[in-house]
């Protein structure tokens, strides 16, 4: 079973930055490297949607249109987290942020029902 653990989340201004961060651990006989990691986030009355994604080495990302030339993902394997750095937030980044897991590591998957494991969420809030 692997748990996972947000945190970053905050109230930030229309055009600020914020960086999430996503501790993994209990990884049940295998390493948080094999796993993709990814970000996704739920506005309210919203289905759940894919923000970003990073292979088990950190070789291979993948973003959605949305968020792309302003969100980063990054991993730190040593430490079992992943970040995401935020960046030019507008009032429609405003949602509840997760973390997850998926165990085909090598692959970057963008779908809700791929991911294993799934964080509680962190809020994040842009005001204008």
């Known amino acids: 079973q692997v748990q996972l653990v947000e945190s970053g989340g905050g109230l930030v201004q229309v055009g600020g930055s914020l960086t999430l961060t996503c501790v993994g651990s209990g990884v049940s006989g295998r390493p948080f490297s094999t796993y993709a990691m990814a970000w996704f986030r739920q506005a309210p009355g919203q289905v759940r949607e894919f923000v970003a994604v990073i292979s088990w080495g950190g070789g291979t990302t993948n973003y959605a249109d949305s968020v792309k030339e302003r969100f980063t993902i990054s991993r730190d394997n040593a430490k079992n987290t992943v970040s995401l750095q935020m960046t030019s937030l507008k009032p429609e980044d405003t949602a509840v942020y997760f973390c997850?897991?998926?165990?085909?590591?090598?692959?970057?998957?963008?779908?809700?029902?791929?991911?294993?494991?799934w964080g509680q969420g962190t809020q994040v809030t842009v005001s204008s």
């Open positions: 997850a897991a998926d165990g085909d590591g090598i692959t970057v998957r963008t779908s809700v029902s791929d991911y294993q494991h």
